[in-house]
Nanobody, 122 residues
């Protein structure tokens, strides 16, 4: 199993940047593909970005492509989401997730963090 805790959320003006972090605990972190999702009130949780076990492959939702960057540090058991050029529509609770597979994917995640709020003001 793996436990996940997000940090780095907050309030930022449109056009600004935030960096989310996800700390993982448990064994075999390097065997998990990781992802970031987000949820706004009344909506489903949407895929934002994913990274393979090695960090060599990444995948992004069209809405964030070119603005967000996912990365991981397996030695530190950390996953990051660098968010630039933020827009009010990026406001959501952001969740870190782990998938019991090495390949990047938009679904099939098994473990979830509690989430961190990101609010982008116009």
């Amino acid at each position: 199993q793996v436990q996940l805790v997000e940090s780095g959320g907050g309030l930022v003006q449109a056009g600004g940047s935030l960096r989310l972090s996800c700390a993982a605990s448990g064994r075999a972190f390097g065997a998990y593909a990781m992802g970031w999702f987000r949820r706004t009130p009344g909506k489903e949780r949407d895929f934002v970005a994913g990274v393979s076990w090695s960090g060599g492959s990444t995948y992004y939702a069209d809405s964030v492509k070119g603005r967000f960057t996912i990365s991981r540090d397996n030695a530190k058991k950390m996953v990051y989401l660098q968010m630039n050029s933020l827009k009010p529509e990026d406001t959501a609770v952001y969740y870190c997730a782990a998938r019991s597979s090495m390949g990047v994917a938009t679904g099939g995640y098994d473990y979830w963090g509690p989430g961190t709020q990101v609010t982008v003001s116009s």
